[in-house]
C-alpha cells in the first residue's frame, strides 16, 4: 500500500462503513464505533487543533493509559499535520516535564484529573505549553477552566477548514525507555510507519469481524504500531479497560489476536501453575498434561509421527486442562504476538502445547517496532522469527545486530552526536543487541552488547537469558545478575509476593504479614532450591553462584524499571551496591 496511515483510514473507511472500528467498555457494556464515526471524530478534533493556531510540525503530547481517545487524537494530531510525542502515564512529573520541555510541545492530551494535577504541577516551567485538552469530563466551570475537553476542541473546530496533512517529515518523536541513560526522541517519519504496515499486513490477516485486543500503553512503539496494523487491516480494536479487569476483558471480547511483552506470558504461567498447586491431584494433571502438550508439540513442528496413544493423551489433555486456559483467554485466539523483550523458549514450548501459538518478534523504538518476527504458518519457537520485508538484517565481528530498511529512523531529536553513534558508516543502524541466525535463518537474541558480563576468568556472559530462566520459577517476580570482572555470577531477586504467601500458608510458616517472608529461612530454603534447579540448564561460568532477596519488588515509581518493565540495570546495580558488594565478600 502506498501513501500515509491516514489514507489507507480513510480508505477503509469508504469499504467498511457502518462496520465496526473500535470498542470500549462504557460503564458495564461495551460500546461500538464504527468506521464512518470514527473519521468523523478525527476530523472534528483536528479542526479543532487546527483552530488552536497549531501549525504543520508543531509538537503535540498525549499523556493516558490505553483507550480509544489515544488513537482518535493520534489520528487527529497527524490529519493536522502536528507531530506526536506520547508519554506513559506512568511517568512522573519530572520525566513529563523533560520531554515536554525538550520538544516544546504546545498542547497536550490528558486522560483524567489525575494527570492533570501532574501536568499543573510543572506547568509554569514550560513555556511552550499552550493549551491542555482532557479526554474525560470536569465539573469545573468552562470560564475558570485552564484546560479544555474534547467536546471545547469539537465545538472549536465547526467550520475550519482541514488542511492539507503532512506526509513528508516526522510523523512522531517517541522517547527510548532509558534503560542505560537519558531516554532519548526517536523521530519517527511517516515512511517509517508505512514500512511497518506493509509488512505486517502481509504476514498478519484478520477480517472485519475479528479483534485485536489492546492493553499494552500506546506510549509504547510495540503497541502504537499495532494500533496502525490495525487501521491498516481493517479489523477491529477493543481496548481493554485496565490490568485489573484484562483477565474479564478477554472472556467478554473473545479477541482472536492481542499483542503483549513476555510478563503477561509469565503472569498467566505463574498463575495456572500456583492453582494447580492448590491440591496435588491437580499439580499431577497440571504436570501431565504439561508434559503431554510439549511432547506433542514437539513431533508436530517437527513434522514427525505422533502415535495414536499420544494423541488420545493429548485429546485427554485439552478436555481437563488446555480448555480452561483457552477459555480464560476468550476461547478463539488465533496467535498471540510477543515483543519488547526476550520471551522464554520453555514457556514457547508449554504454551503452544496448550494449543497456543505465541509468536515472538524483535525490534526497538529506532526501527517503529518489528524487523523481524515468527508467521503462523513459519515460525520456530525460542527465536524472534525472520526478516520483515524490506528489512536487512547483518551480524557485525563481535556479533551485533545492524539494520538497515524503511523501518529504521534517520535521527534522534536535538542528538546529532547520538544519531552519529548509531550508526557506521555504511549506513547501517546498531541495534546494540547481540544475536545469532539458526540454521534455517530465524533469529535468536542473545544479550545486550552494553549489558554483556566480562567475568574475571574472561568468560562472556549475557544476563538476559540467565534471568528469563529464573523468572521462570512461579516464586520469582525479578531478577538482575552481576558479574562484570568479578569470580562469578551473582543475582539480586525480588519475590512473586502472591505466590510465595500461598507456599507459606500451605506450609504452615510462622508470619505476621507479607513483608516478613524475604527474610523467613524457609524462603530462603525454597530460592536455594530455585536456584540450584536453573544451574542445572546453565554452564559452570554462568550458573548463580550467590544471590540476596530484596525485602520489596521492582517499580517503576522507585525508578528500578522503565515504563515498559524493563530493568534499569545501571540504577539497580548503583542503588543495591552494597549488597552486590557483600556477595563477593571473602567467606
Known sequence: MTGTILQIFKANVKNLGSKTCFRFKDGASWKKISWKESLNLVEAYAAGLIALNLKKGDRIAILSSTRVEWTLCDLASLLASLVVVPIYHSM???????????????????????????VGFVLGGIQSLKNIVLFGTSGVPAPDRKFLTLEDLKALGRGKALVEENSAGAATIIYTSGTTGTPKGVIISHDNIMAEVNALIKIFRLGPDETMLSFLPLAH??????QFFQLAMGCQAAYAVSLIELQKNFTEIRPQMTVVVPRFIEKIYEKVKTTAGKSPLKMKIFEWGSAVGIEYSRLARRKERISMFLRLQYAAAKIVFFSKLHKALGGRIRFIISGGAPLSAELSKFFHGAGLLILEGYGLTETFAAVTVNR?????????????EGVDIKLSNDNEIFIKGGVVFKEYYKSPEGTAEAFDQDGWFKSGDIGE???????????????????AGGKNVAPHAIEALIEESPYISHAVVFGDRRKFISALVSLNIETIGQYAREHNFQFNAPEELPDHPE???LIS??????????????SVKKFAILKNDFSIEDGELTPTMKIRRRYVEKKYKEVIDKLYEEI
Open 92 to 118: 512522573n512529573a519530572e520525566q513529563i516535564a523533560y520531554i515536554l520541555n525538550e520538544t516544546e510541545t504546545k498542547a497536550v492530551f490528558v486522560e483524567n484529573e489525575e494527570l492533570l494535577a501532574k
Open 221 to 226: 512503539v510495540l503497541a502504537r504500531a499495532a
Open 376 to 388: 503462523e504458518d513459519d515460525f520456530h519457537l525460542g527465536t524472534v522469527g525472520k526478516p520483515l
Open 437 to 455: 541466525f539458526s540454521r534455517d535463518g530465524f533469529l535468536r537474541i542473545t544479550g545486550r552488547k552494553k549489558d554483556l558480563i566480562i567475568t
Open 523 to 525: 524462603i530462603k530454603k
Open 529 to 542: 532450591s530455585v536456584m540450584e534447579d536453573k544451574n542445572r540448564k546453565l554452564s559452570h561460568f554462568e
